[in-house]
């Protein structure tokens, strides 16, 4: 017994390394693309409310798409499929926004980007409810979100060097950087590919896939789990805020006069906070409870993020507010993707999940365009500053929630 705990133990660490190999690949490319897009949309002659709805066109697939995704993740024994295509579709989408010669086909190679990232992560985050004991979650969810986190830092970065110091939005220089950066990411997305083909998911002996219960809940009873809305609401508030800084940032920087090298040592900063944090949430977790680090999170992201627009001009200031709000957006996450999956018996882990990413994706359908609106008269910061708001107010929520 002892030997096969042993060997078991030894492939769901192995399952775990590919799991954040990968995610680091696949956010990398995500959060190159991402910032690109709004530059490629500026050089296109964009404004707020076009870069709101395209921001808004990524989540929109995956919002009808997620609870289907996450039933089907629940049944199908080679996880790891679901996985090579998202990180094939990501690719596809990368390289479809930097041939786009308008903002309909920016728009709609942003909603297969979305579509790819959302097929990546159900796989990644059932793996780990699938393969994972209760108690070592928090273990597995931080380092999965922690190699996202390491991809948000590195896919800004590698933006933010490739397009320099230039603030002239529409040169042919500036064009050519642009479709540069994402024909990198889109290439990031397709190395995860080989990492994903041979056969590494976990041999653990659990009841046989053909005799487990299979999942019987349906999004209305998931949704109607003691606290199960109010998890929602925190997860969906603290992965909008990263959408609509990862999209507005770059606005309120061009408005200021402050370059894309600057803007993506920022949300390097922010994305390497949130490495961070998550790599000592197993530590943070044995220390505080769930409910109080969520709560804190929610708090302090909320405060310290809508300082960075108002300092954009001081980059040391911004970026100290982006590294406060960073550590604590890491800490958010999987918190909530804990909660969530130990809400509900184990067989309906992952259609819970979907569920938590359809609400996610809801967020980043609505409140990308609710913050363009108000982006129209407050100006892009004025973006940041509506989506601080709900992470508070979500805050609010938690804390009257017994």
Known sequence: ?????????????????????????????????????????????????????????????????????????????????????????????????????????????????????????????????????????????????AAYSAGQFLGPLIAGIILGTSTVADSPERIADINLSLWIGGACALLAIPLLLPNLQPKIKKVAASSAPKPQASMVSILKVKGMPSHM??????????DILTAFLPLVAEKHGVTPAAVGALLAIR????????????????????????????????????????????????????????FFLGMGQPVTMTMVSTSVPSQDRGAALAVRLMGNRLGQVVLPMAASTVAVGAGPAGAIWFCCGLLCLSGIEKSLRK
Do not use: C
């Open 1 to 145: 017994m002892g030997a096969e705990a042993n060997n078991a133990a030894s492939g769901t660490l192995r399952w775990l390394l590919v799991l954040v190999a990968t995610a680091l690949l696949s956010q990398t490319t995500l959060n190159l693309v991402r910032p690109v897009t709004t530059y490629k949309l500026i050089s296109l002659d964009a404004g707020p409310v076009t870069v709101g709805l395209a921001t808004a066109a990524y989540a929109l697939l995956p919002m009808v798409t997620a609870v289907w995704l996450g039933r089907f993740s629940s049944r199908i024994p080679k996880i790891r499929f679901l996985m090579l295509a998202g990180a094939g579709l990501m690719g596809l989408g990368s390289l479809g926004i930097a041939t786009a010669q308008g903002y309909i086909m920016v728009a709609v190679a942003s909603a297969v980007l979305g579509m790819g990232h959302l097929m990546f992560t159900i796989g990644g985050q059932s793996s780990i409810a699938r393969y994972f004991p209760d108690d070592q979650l928090d273990k597995g969810f931080g380092w999965f979100t």
């Open 233 to 242: 609401l925190a997860s969906l508030t603290l992965l909008s805020i990263l």
């Open 271 to 326: 994305g390497s906070a949130s490495v961070v944090s998550r790599l000592f949430l197993p530590w943070i977790s044995r220390h505080f409870s769930r409910k109080a680090m969520l709560l804190t999170s929610l708090y302090t992201a909320g405060i310290t993020i809508a300082i960075a627009p108002v300092f954009i001009d001081t980059l040391w200031l911004a970026g100290l507010a982006l590294l406060i709000g960073g």
